[in-house]
């Protein structure tokens, strides 16, 4: 079965979502429960679960629905391939350009075209999607602009500088507040990631995981503006951190700080919460800010 770079995408995320909640096998995956953990439309989640039927990763009775086939744990090899293949080739391209700034400041669907053999409505997907990630922008008229993104030492510093001003704060906010589902959601996660299992994930699992938890440290704070803030700037450092990635070890450090952050705000200690949550970025600035990642 022949998936979309979209309907590619969600079957990468139902893999690492299955694995980051570590379901035993015949746990029952509902659409509407997935479109909305992943926030997307149920029909590219159902062509992506038909999709895992034919890997072999679930079972599907056509009057109860999607069950998996075989346990978190036994996905290893099956993650590593659908995240290798999951992200759309023109807009891998496009990206690894730009990191390089072998991209003009200004440039017109049609010089990419060209530069890429492919047609307008293909260019264009990838295009809008850049757009949503914050790193271009459509000019009025006709033509993009290339706006900042992490692409130097000097940006990644600053994005760590902005960071631990803001998700600090955030904690703090009298507006802030967490429950224990979503508690107990994160601290299953980075366990599972301190216990091992950043052995086995893949680079975009790992960031997809370390993104998660500030987003919805984020989220919680009750500011519409941090959340969207923080959020844009994970889209940001995306590609940059899926070469930083490769580098594991750091992985297991930085998801044992994650649960010093969670247990301060299990026992009611935002000040606490929010010290550990400064130290942790600040660590993170020193350990992953290399100018190899540039270069």
Known sequence: MSLSPLQARIARDIVSYVRRERFEIG????????????????????????????????????????????SSEELSDLASEVMGNSDDPLYLQIAELRLRRKIPELF??????RRFDVSRTALRAVLLRIQQEGWMEQRAGQGWRILPMIDSVEAYE???????????????????AIDRETLDACRRQQEYIANGG????????????????????????????????????????????????STRAPRKGQAEEHLLILDCLERGDRLAAADQMRKHLEQARRKKVDPALFE
């Open 27 to 70: 746990q029952h995956l509902v659409e509407s429960q997935l479109a909305l953990a992943l926030n997307v439309s149920r029909t590219p989640v159902k062509f992506a679960l038909s999709h895992l039927v034919e890997r072999g990763m679930l079972t599907h009775d056509r009057n109860r629905g999607f069950f998996l086939a075989r």
């Open 108 to 113: 017109t669907e049609i010089e990419l075209m």
């Open 158 to 176: 600053e994005s760590y500088a902005f960071r631990a001003t803001i998700e600090p704060s955030g904690l703090l906010s009298p507006t802030f």
């Open 198 to 245: 950043y052995l086995t994930m893949t680079a975009q699992e790992l960031f997809e995981a370390n993104s998660q938890f500030h987003e919805t440290l984020a989220a919680c704070s009750g500011n519409r503006f941090l959340q969207q803030t923080v959020h844009r700037l994970d889209r940001l450092r995306r590609l940059v951190e899926y070469r930083q990635a």
